[in-house]
């Protein structure tokens, strides 16, 4: 497929740059048959460029002109009758693709139906039922219309399984799936809310918190909506990152995506201050390609665009400004070694088999230096430490097996000394509240002023006596996440304004969300999604609730920072064998001609 694809890049490119169009005479007559004389013409012309024999070069320009025609078609029949043709990526165990040989389809619809209509059509001609359908990296909503979405004549649409439909008997048994699979969605999203909520000030040992931080694991001071929506953004990260090492690309890509909705809700400054967004990327795109995504080819260049500029304005040019805060660069440069190899991928698949082998070319330099000797592995394995560290050390100091172990030794000591330091201002914190809770001010009060006075309580004791004299806050303020345009959007939906409200309220904000809870739940909120008013005290039974969500999405959350980083390279290793395979081809079949030339 891949092979196919790079030939059909490069004949394309060769007929752009002569201007020749396929679909037009002489290459395509009054009938639309083809020209023979002058396609044969053609194939004996780019044959030898290509270092492929004419008769395959033949084939493929008709495979091209073909299409040319049959898009021309399609865009007549687009223009006099507003119908559109989408491209559909098929899941590779679709059992008509399986049957046809081919994952790619063309289904004709209307742009002002619902995604839903077109699922339901989807379902019925391809004998699926479980699926997502996805656009430029974004899920389409169910509810809205397809122009509503961006979605054009010609547009490629992924349709992506979120079960396995193999293993389902019966339609309710398939129906229980989907709403697990939303649930999943929906229990991850809603236990990062209740962390991004929490501001430490509780028993740490029963009610866990989450805090950002810098590279040195220094607390960021970020505002609050934008702490928020980066816990749940970097939540539903871990827990896609969790899935990929698990293989489950399909769900994993369903919570990587909900991951950049929710990063995109960060400003531009915070995206620029932290690696996150570009290793999102990064997974998106290996995504794609573990699930053979290929002609996501347009939004995986895009993303492996702003991964790159990301890493640089992180790292810096050279990578000195991550030197300075971490004095290596090594352990990052696995990520430079997944970019590269995934732009060497797209390099080849678009015909740039020159950029293929230059980008592929850096992938293996990076590649010998990141595996590290099994010998020396094990030698520090037996000192003690675990094989993320041994691994992650060795690649900062360059295979020097003393250095590696100094390293590790030195971080473990960070990180005692920075657990000391949070103990510590965590104990100092209770000690504010206890004196501030005693002159008859709330917990959660005392807590808010603390923090915005850094710990410091005659500042914190100032902040409240003015907050004292300001109006009561009200409802709307509290619930100022649900936006006028986003109600507005729910109500044109056909939903009740109450729940719309509700529903945007637990999901921060998010349509989509809102739209698929309310869906799932025959247009209201259920009772065990809504949590308590801030006037009425918590049962314990919400109480167990929230723990058990926080809990459950907690597991998904590495225990070591670098856990990113700690790549062990063998899908990679695959990658690079599978690309290089397809170049060495391309490459012999060109020595090949020119011997023959000679």
Not at 67 to 72: C, E, L, P, S, Y
Not at 274 to 300: F, H, K, M, P, R
Not at 323 to 329: A, F, V
Request: glycine share 6%; hydrophobic share 35%; with cysteine.
């Amino acid at each position: 497929m891949m092979a196919d694809q790079n030939i059909a890049a490069k004949l394309k490119n060769l007929l752009k740059q002569e201007k020749i169009q396929l679909w037009k005479p002489p290459y395509t007559d009054d009938t639309e048959q083809p020209g023979q004389q002058q396609l044969q013409v053609l194939a004996e012309q780019y044959a030898p460029l290509l270092g492929l024999p004419v008769s395959e070069v033949g084939g493929a320009l008709e495979s091209i002109r073909l299409q040319a025609v049959k898009r021309g078609k399609r865009n007549q029949t687009f223009r006099e009758t507003n119908v559109a043709t989408l491209e559909l990526l098929l899941p590779r165990d679709c059992k008509k693709a399986s049957a046809s040989g081919k994952s790619k389809s063309f289904l004709e619809t209307k742009l002002d139906v619902s995604a839903q209509e077109l699922m339901d059509r989807i379902a019925e001609e391809f004998d699926l039922k479980s699926f997502k359908l996805i656009l430029n990296g974004k899920t389409l909503n169910a509810a809205q219309h397809l122009d509503q979405q961006d979605v054009k004549n010609h547009s490629k649409i992924m349709v992506l399984k979120v079960s396995d439909a193999e293993f389902v008997q019966q339609a309710s048994e398939e129906a229980d799936k989907v709403k697990n699979q939303n649930e999943s969605l929906q229990r991850t999203h809603r236990g990062f809310q209740i962390l991004s909520e929490r501001d430490g000030t509780d028993d740490l040992d029963t009610t866990p918190f989450l805090e950002v931080a810098d590279q040195k694991g220094n607390p960021l001071k970020i505002p609050h909506k934008e702490k928020k929506a980066l816990i749940v953004a970097m939540g539903f990260h871990e827990k896609g990152r969790a899935l990929m090492k698990r293989k489950c690309h399909d769900d994993a890509l369903c919570h990587l995506l909900q991951a950049d909705h929710h990063f995109s809700q960060c400003g531009s400054t915070l995206l620029g201050s932290v690696d996150n967004y570009g290793v999102l990327q990064l997974d998106i795109v290996w995504c794609y390609q573990a699930l053979e995504a290929l002609s996501c080819l347009d939004d995986g260049r895009a993303r492996l665009l702003r991964a790159e500029d990301c890493f640089l304005r992180c790292y810096g040019e050279q990578q000195q400004r991550l030197l300075m805060i971490k004095g290596n660069t090594g352990r990052e440069e696995a990520l430079f070694l997944r970019l590269y190899l995934l732009q060497s991928l797209l390099s080849f698949v678009e015909g740039n088999d020159l950029q293929a082998q230059e980008l592929l070319a850096k992938v293996e330099s990076l590649y010998g230096r990141l595996c590290p000797d099994s010998d020396k592995m094990t030698e520090l394995m037996l000192l003690g430490f675990s094989e993320r560290e041994a691994r992650l050390s060795l690649r900062a100091c360059q295979g020097d097996v003393h250095e590696a172990a100094m390293l590790i030794s030195n971080q473990r000591q960070e990180r005692e000394e920075l657990k000391h330091r949070e103990r510590q201002k965590r104990k100092n914190m209770m000690a504010g509240i206890s004196v501030l809770t005693e002159a008859g001010y709330s917990k959660k009060d005392a807590a808010r002023a603390l923090q915005q006075a850094s710990g410091n309580v005659d500042k914190a004791f100032a902040i409240l006596l003015d907050a004292s004299q300001a109006p009561p806050e009200s409802n709307t303020d509290r619930e100022e996440t649900v936006s006028p345009e986003s109600l507005e959007q729910m109500l044109y939906l056909g939903f009740e304004r109450t729940e719309a409200e509700m529903a945007l309220v637990l999901t921060g904000g998010d349509v989509q969300l809102a739209t698929q809870l309310l869906l799932d739940n025959q247009g209201v909120v259920p009772a065990s999604a809504t949590p308590p008013s801030e006037e009425e005290p918590s049962t314990s039974s919400s109480s167990t609730d929230d723990s058990e969500l926080v809990n459950e999405v907690l597991e998904d959350i590495s225990r070591h920072e670098d856990d990113y980083l700690d790549l062990t390279l063998e899908e990679e290793s695959r990658l690079i064998a599978t690309i290089k395979n397809y170049l060495s081809r391309e490459s012999s079949q060109s020595v090949s001609r020119e011997s023959l030339g000679t």
